[in-house]
């Protein structure tokens, strides 16, 4: 097997009505209209590499990171200007378990300043990554926590207030796998059948640079060529009776609708947050930007299928595009039965006396009317509270991603979480003119000077003020708790986990 390293849903959206669309496994498109020729999907595909450093003699997990410029081979025999981490274009999958203190050393070498926000992670405000952690060129960010959460597929990226999506448009993106432990009794054994697949779409000019503005138009930046793990036209040569995939919208905009070309069934196991209470069976996967989920699918000798997303309706899933194809050997080593029930999930059950906040979204620049301040502390949240979040969506469709905690689904549109989109989570998307509800369970790291955010994350949104800023308090201080930030470099927010030249 020939594999590279790098070199330098709406949960609740069903695909009804898309059946027709299939008519074998080389029938998607490549610019996105039907009828286009198809994909020759052959380049192998990449595999990020794994960085998972041993311990040192305090017990602690080293890591850097160093976000560079370069240039990357996206389409095939051209050159393409890019950012990454420890490389020319995205980052390696970084891995660590449940208990484990992980101290981080984030270099940044590009012309501008960025931060890097660990996107699923339970920790304090002060290292969570977000605008205030500002990183400038030439200076280095060394943030520190304990990992304390149930495994997870989350993710790190770009988080500068009004530059975020251009940052991970050039390629600033990586994945960040936790354990707890716990075997599950799912495949393991990393790039070989448990793979990562980092979802992205781009436009290109005729000579190969990245094209468009991402905070042009209502949504940014909708590509017409899709990359996987920044692999364009890829095949992956399955080897195993059953592989799961990790697969992240790393997406600036895009929605993706995901089935295989033969309808074949496959299992998810885990959203978001982690592990569901049991598998789920279906055809079809949604996932909106920033949203992860993972799928256990089972292969048989010979099996050639490709894994597509398409149009359906929806204003962010313009498009049918082939998104990579799937060869397995003759004779795939045995996999172990895939498990009937996971011990790990616990519900997340508002009490009967819980707070309720409502948050409307109108357009793409404010939420509740408000524009984002980097000054202004919109929310006060107890710690360990368990809140219900009503999001209303006026206009056309958003997502909503909330720092630091875990969630459920309680309804979309009226209708109540059912299947796999009733898994913890911290993105969700939100259909045009429809109201979602959350069960939001909030940690137990307290700050008031530092701030955590919530936001749409359509990056363009996000970036031209569609977001939003709480703190967590001590229970019974919310009332006396300072409502706005301390200047930069004066507040624990800006001081945290050392910043250096």
């Known amino acids: 097997m020939n594999r590279r390293t790098f070199l330098t849903p709406s949960a609740l959206s069903g695909l009804a009505g898309t059946a027709g669309l299939i008519s074998g496994c080389s029938s998607g498109s490549d610019s996105g209209r039907r009828g286009a020729p198809p994909l020759d999907l052959s380049a192998p595909l990449r595999i990020p590499p794994l960085l998972h450093p041993e311990r040192d003699s305090d017990g602690v997990r080293r890591y850097e990171l160093t976000m560079l410029a370069g240039n990357s081979e996206l389409l095939p025999g051209t050159s393409t200007a890019t950012w990454g981490f420890n490389g020319a274009f995205l980052g390696p999958t970084l891995r660590a378990s449940r208990g484990e203190q992980v101290a981080m ?271 202004r502390i919109d929310e006060v949240v107890p710690a360990g509270a368990v809140e219900i979040w009503e999001i209303e969506n006026n206009v056309y469709s958003h997502n909503f991603h909330i720092h630091e905690v875990a969630f459920q689904l309680l309804d979309s549109g009226g209708k109540p979480a059912s299947g796999y989109a009733g898994g913890h989570k911290d993105t969700v998307f939100v259909p045009g003119k429809s109201t979602v509800r959350l069960a939001v369970r909030f940690g137990t790291f307290t700050d008031p000077s530092a701030a955590y955010m919530y936001h749409c994350h359509i990056l363009r949104h996000e970036d031209s003020g569609m977001m939003g800023q709480f703190v967590i308090v001590e229970p019974g201080t919310e009332d006396t708790a300072p409502r706005t930030l301390p200047p930069a470099g004066t507040g624990t927010s800006h001081q945290h986990g050392n910043t250096e030249r």
């Open 105 to 375: 050393t984030v270099r940044n070498t590009l012309p501008e300043a960025s931060t890097v926000h660990w996107h699923g992670m339970r920790l304090p405000a002060a290292m969570d990554g977000g605008p205030h952690q500002m990183v400038a060129p030439g200076a280095a960010w060394t943030p520190t926590w304990t990992i304390d959460q149930p495994a997870a597929t989350t993710w790190y990226h770009p988080h500068p207030h009004g530059a975020t999506a251009q940052h991970v448009y050039r390629g600033l993106a990586g994945l960040f796998i936790l354990d707890d432990g716990h075997d599950p009794g799912l495949p393991t054994a990393y790039g070989v059948d448990d793979v990562p697949l980092i979802l992205q779409d781009k436009k290109f000019t005729a000579d190969g640079a990245l094209n468009g503005d991402p905070l042009k138009d209502t949504f940014g930046i909708l590509g017409d060529r899709i990359l996987v793990n920044g692999t364009y036209n890829p095949r992956f040569d399955v080897t195993t009776e059953r592989v799961r995939l990790r697969v992240l919208n790393g997406s600036n905009a895009r929605l993706y609708h995901l089935v295989f070309a033969d309808r074949r069934r496959f299992h998810v196991v885990a959203t978001d947050g982690g592990l569901l209470t049991a598998p789920v069976e279906t055809d079809a996967l949604a996932l909106s930007p920033g949203e992860r989920a993972e799928i256990v699918v089972s292969f048989a000798p010979g099996d050639n299928v490709v894994l597509r997303t398409l149009d359906n309706g929806v204003d962010l899933a313009k498009g049918d595009f082939d998104l990579i194809r799937f060869v397995a050997d003759g004779r795939p080593a045995p996999s172990p039965p895939l498990p009937a029930a996971f011990a790990a999930f616990t519900p997340i059950v508002p009490p009967a006396d819980a707070k309720v906040r409502r948050f409307t979204l109108n357009g793409h620049d404010a939420v509740n009317g408000r524009p984002m301040d980097m000054s």
